[in-house]
């Protein structure tokens, strides 16, 4: 059966938004695809029941040979993923357990207990498999209004000597909201000490990109993604409110780092800097529901939504601006462009792109060894695309493999396990847990 292949890197180029940094990628790839497939699989057509591919192999897909792989500047160019990957058969979905009400966050305690935030309002809890019936108590009220409610949840990292847990939420009214991120102590009936140690300076209208994604950086201070505000026709201070991601004094279309109890790192990037919020890290980003650390580098990832397509994959950097909405590879969703350009000068590309959209949510650098190749893979969940999808980067950041794993429910949160496997969460009435096996090996 068909394991981890890597992907048509001709097709991927088909319909595209033609640029010339595109077109000039494209006939380098198409110029390639031919030797590359060969190398592979000793003949001019892919084996599509090829089995495991080598980690050798894995590396020939697009960043040997001559192939330019980097921008004048250094920098890896972007390129176009395949929203419809060829099938990963090397892994299959299995339902841990369901009647989840659009789940969106999880965090495991040390002890192998689970919780899992619930949008309307809820922390369920996971203990020896088994879901129990009713919430944890103690939760403060959340505008659970579209896109908005209880949102991410994440572990001190000292979790297990002071019981700290970070949850992320939209407060306010329909009219009048901002993202909250707040801590309380778990103990064995649920939360107390509910204090607020975040909250956006903005008020933004209506129910839509609350970003809200939380990770711990190892030197122990946390990341808060923060959505734009929202899609046009909303405004803010005179102009459409995804301008907000431009302005170095708005959180909205932020990421802020902050220490645990809420208070501003002497370091962050722009601290000093009268004409910027020192709580930002990195600014210029749409709507990201997905950020993850690799635990063996340092690196921070995350994915983030584009508007009709150009979703993105982005490798983050403390003070970077991503470009949301000066350049982008997405369209209105009324059709038409929002940007002249899809790269400039001083705003940081993508590592990739996805037109059309998956919808990304949910990210997992993967560091194990519970899948064949999968050490440092991204997996990279998608609410459209229904599906994983999973991607092979070389040590440069270049795509050399992807493939898609279909779960069949709209994908929220994708995570690894203590036990080393892959998780995810579905945003339903009915939502699942699902885990990532390794299938058997052929017999
Ligand atoms: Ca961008």
């Known amino acids: 059966m068909g394991g981890f292949v890597i992907g048509d890197w001709g097709r991927r180029?088909?319909?595209?938004?033609?640029?010339?940094?595109?077109?000039?990628?494209?006939?380098?790839?198409?110029?390639?695809?031919?030797?590359?497939?060969?190398?592979?699989?000793?003949?001019?057509?892919?084996?599509?029941?090829?089995?495991?591919?080598?980690?050798?192999?894995?590396?020939?897909?697009?960043?040997?040979?001559?192939?330019?792989?980097?921008?004048?500047?250094?920098?890896?160019?972007?390129?176009?993923?395949?929203?419809?990957?060829?099938?990963?058969?090397?892994?299959?979905?299995?339902?841990?357990?369901?009647g989840l009400e659009h789940p969106w966050g999880m965090a495991w305690l040390p002890d192998g207990t689970l919780l899992i935030t619930e949008r309307p309002g809820r922390v369920r809890r996971v203990r020896d498999g088994v879901l129990e019936p009713e919430p944890l108590a103690g939760v403060a009220p959340v505008l659970a209004e579209r896109q908005g409610g209880l949102l991410d949840i994440a572990l001190h990292p000292q979790f297990e000597d002071n019981r700290w847990v970070y949850l992320a939420y939209a407060h306010g009214t329909a009219e009048a909201n901002r993202l909250r991120v707040a801590r309380a102590k778990?103990?064995?009936?649920?939360?107390?000490?509910?204090?607020?140690?975040?909250?956006?300076?903005?008020?933004?209208?209506?129910g839509q990109h609350f970003g809200s994604r939380l990770l711990w950086l190892p030197d122990g201070t946390l990341l808060v993604a923060v959505g734009d505000g929202g899609n046009p026709p909303l405004r803010l201070d005179g102009e459409l409110i995804r301008h907000q991601a431009q302005n170095r004094q708005s959180h909205l279309g932020a990421i802020v780092r902050i220490k645990d109890d809420g208070t501003i790192p002497d370091d962050n990037p722009f601290v000093g800097d009268t004409d910027a919020d020192p709580a930002i890290w990195s600014y210029g980003h749409r709507n990201i529901q997905a950020l993850a650390l690799d635990a063996a580098t340092g690196q921070v990832w995350s994915t983030e939504h584009g508007s009709r397509g150009g979703d993105e994959l982005n490798r983050l950097q403390a003070g970077e601006n991503y470009g949301w909405p000066l350049v982008t590879y997405s369209e209105e969703y009324s059709g038409g462009p929002i940007s002249e350009a899809v790269s400039r000068p001083g705003l940081v590309d993508p590592i990739l792109y996805w037109t059309p959209a998956i919808a990304p949510s949910g990210l997992a650098v993967y560091r194990g060894?519970?899948?064949?190749?999968?050490?440092?893979?991204?997996?990279?969940?998608?609410?459209?695309?229904?599906?994983?999808?999973?991607?092979?980067?070389?040590?440069?950041?270049?795509?050399?493999?992807?493939?898609?794993?279909?779960?069949?429910?709209?994908?929220?949160?994708?995570?690894?396990?203590p036990d080393g496997l892959i998780y995810v969460l579905t945003d339903d009435p009915n939502g699942r847990l699902v885990r990532l096996e390794p299938s058997p090996e052929p017999q």
């Open 369 to 417: 060894d519970r899948y064949p190749q999968g050490q440092g893979q991204l997996f990279a969940g998608g609410l459209v695309a229904q599906s994983v999808l999973r991607l092979a980067l070389d040590d440069q950041g270049q795509l050399v493999g992807e493939a898609r794993i279909p779960i069949g429910q709209r994908v929220r949160d994708v995570r690894q396990g």
């Open 186 to 206: 778990l103990g064995d009936q649920g939360f107390t000490d509910w204090t607020v140690i975040f909250e956006a300076n903005r008020d933004k209208p209506q």
């Open 13 to 98: 180029m088909v319909g595209q938004r033609w640029t010339v940094k595109a077109l000039a990628m494209a006939l380098l790839l198409v110029g390639c695809a031919s030797p590359t497939q060969n190398e592979r699989n000793g003949s001019a057509t892919p084996d599509p029941t090829a089995t495991d591919l080598t980690a050798d192999n894995i590396s020939v897909g697009a960043n040997t040979g001559s192939k330019p792989t980097e921008t004048a500047a250094g920098l890896p160019m972007t390129v176009a993923a395949n929203s419809d990957a060829p099938v990963d058969s090397s892994v299959q979905p299995v339902t841990v357990l369901e």
